[in-house]
Nanobody
Framework: QVQLVESGGGLVQAGGSLRLSCAAS????????MGWYRQPPGKQRELVAM???????NYADSVKGRFTISRDYAKNTVDLQMNSLKPEDTAVYYC????????????WGQGTQVTVSS
């Protein structure tokens, strides 16, 4: 059974910073991308940032230059450093692990709330 455990959410003022962490455990393919999605109130879940098995990254336009994703392949962890936070960054943030192999699975964390006050 694969588990993704997130930590680091909370309340912060606009302009502040937060760091989210996610640790994956269980049995999964080492050929995977890890990333962060978010779901603002009343909206659909959207990609924030992801990092591939080779270290390539992809960011949503709205967070480029402010957020940085990193991962530790040995520890199966992924972090999201969020700087210059804005009220529109308020959302539940979800960690994701996607196996990039045939018939690969998609795993999700339970979500962590990030609230940015103006």
């Amino acid at each position: 059974q694969v588990q993704l455990v997130e930590s680091g959410g909370g309340l912060v003022q606009a302009g502040g910073s937060l760091r989210l962490s996610c640790a994956a455990s269980g049995s999964f393919s080492r050929f995977n991308t890890m990333g962060w999605y978010r779901q603002p109130p009343g909206k659909q879940r959207e990609l924030v940032a992801m990092i591939t098995p080779t270290g390539s990254t992809n960011y949503a336009d709205s967070v480029k230059g402010r957020f940085t994703i990193s991962r530790d392949y040995a520890k199966n962890t992924v972090d999201l450093q969020m700087n210059s936070l804005k009220p529109e960054d308020t959302a539940v943030y979800y960690c994701n692990l996607r196996e990039v192999v045939a018939y690969g699975n998609d795993y999700w964390g339970q979500g962590t709330q990030v609230t940015v006050s103006s």
